[in-house]
């Protein structure tokens, strides 16, 4: 049976760890991609990815509700992603649509596939102006983004990845991509994922998050 997939299906079942050291000022992008280590933030901040991301290994080997098909679960080892990455911790501003509505998006069948628009994400990457378009629920501040960046189809997922947004105690947003994952259609083609939007396309290299390992079970 074909299965409907839900854009914060992961988030849901594993809520992506984003608030420790939410009081950090952000690197700037020509940091050296090594972690600090020498504060406590930052090994809770390691520490808790870490953790969630064992669950959701877990979770894709055993729980009811992994993605994975039965004769792939055999071989799988857990999921692999970039070294974390400071960098890719970037706050930001979102700036919220007047009016919230349904919009219609692409999904991996070819078909079409309605989400809720909620605003404009606004960030600096190396003192250049982006913005991403944010989708999910007003009802649970559940918030994310569908984006493409430099890294697809090489070490990444070729039809692109999500990430949550997160608000932080100072009221500005913050996207770790370090919490960037593959739709689950990545790993299932019973699933139907929506599509990142135009605009959601970086021109830069988001080396962050999870990557793809063996092989493309959806394309």
Known sequence: MMQRFRHHLVLTVLPAVLL???????????????????SDATS?????????RARKDAMF?????????????????????????????????LH???RMRQVSIPDTKGTQM??????????????????LEVMGSTR???????FTDQTNGI?????????????????SYLIDFNNAYSPYCAYNPEY????????????????????ISGPDLAH
């Open 96 to 98: 919220r649509y007047a």
């Open 140 to 146: 649970d501040n559940d918030l994310s983004v569908y």
């Open 155 to 171: 070490t990444t997922y070729p039809a692109g990845r999500y990430a949550p947004v997160r608000q932080t105690e100072d009221g």
């Open 20 to 38: 420790a050291g939410e009081g950090w000022t952000q690197p700037s992008s020509d940091t050296t991609p090594a972690l600090r280590h020498d």
């Open 114 to 131: 309605f989400v809720e628009r909620i605003g404009r994400f606004h960030f600096q990457w190396d003192g250049k102006p982006f913005w």
């Open 192 to 211: 139907i994922c929506p599509l990142p939007p135009a605009q959601n396309r970086l021109s830069f290299h988001i080396e962050a998050g999870e990557v």
């Open 61 to 93: 080997l055993d729980a009811d509700q992994s993605p994975l098909l039965p004769e792939d679960r055999g071989a799988f080892s857990g999921l692999v992603y970039y070294d974390l990455d400071e960098r890719f911790r970037i706050h930001g501003q």
């Open 44 to 52: 809770a901040w390691v520490a808790e990815h870490e953790n969630t």
